[in-house]
């Protein structure tokens, strides 16, 4: 979304790096609270095959709105932003948003697997590490998306079980 990276390498197999998210997952945050406040809308324009997001002349003075604008480089004093998924253009005025393929997608909500440490140990999987050499924590990007777990025990609360 315009400049912000939501874990850009996750779309294939698990890098060895962590992702840039941080930024990302902020200004979705904010979006989310703004939307809770019901301070804007997607739109048609209408005879185009353009899109919108139309913020309420309100939301300007809410300091959600003001941060958000200003990770995302928007103009705070526009109410319209032009969706698009093409290349950025920092104009202030568009919302450049690049999605993920289907499969892009199916890898990304892999991250959220815990994997078992007997196969974290044998190596059978490819472990994420911070630029201090930790092993990264995907649930920071994963969280609220998916979860699953492994247990040796059938678990008795879980949606969905696989012997």
Same mark, same amino acid.
């Given at each position: ?46 005879? /185009?095959?353009?899109? *919108?997001?139309?913020? &309420?002349? +309100?939301?300007? =003075? ?6 958000? $604008? ?50 974290? /140990?044998?190596?059978? *999987?490819?472990?994420? &590490?911070? +630029?201090?050499? =930790? ?6 990007? $994963? ?21």
């Amino acid at each position: 979304m315009n400049h912000l990276y939501n874990a850009p390498r996750a779309d294939g197999p698990t890098p060895k790096v962590a992702p840039q998210h941080k930024q990302f997952a902020r200004a979705t945050g904010l979006l989310r609270e703004l939307q809770l406040k019901d301070m804007f809308a997607g739109a048609r324009v209408p005879g /185009e095959k353009t899109s *919108v997001m139309r913020f &309420r002349p +309100a939301a300007r =003075a809410l300091p959600e709105y003001q941060e958000f $604008t200003e990770i995302l480089g928007l103009d705070p004093d526009t109410q319209d932003y032009s969706i698009e998924s093409s290349v950025d253009r920092p104009d202030g005025k568009t919302l450049n948003l690049h999605t993920r393929s289907f499969a892009g997608v199916m890898y990304f909500l892999s991250q959220s697997v815990e994997v078992p440490t007997a196969d974290v /140990e044998a190596g059978r *999987v490819t472990v994420t &590490r911070d +630029a201090s050499g =930790a092993v990264f924590d995907w649930s920071l990007v $994963t969280q609220g998306l998916m979860q699953i777990r492994s247990s040796e025990a059938q678990p008795d609360n879980a949606a969905v079980a696989v012997a």
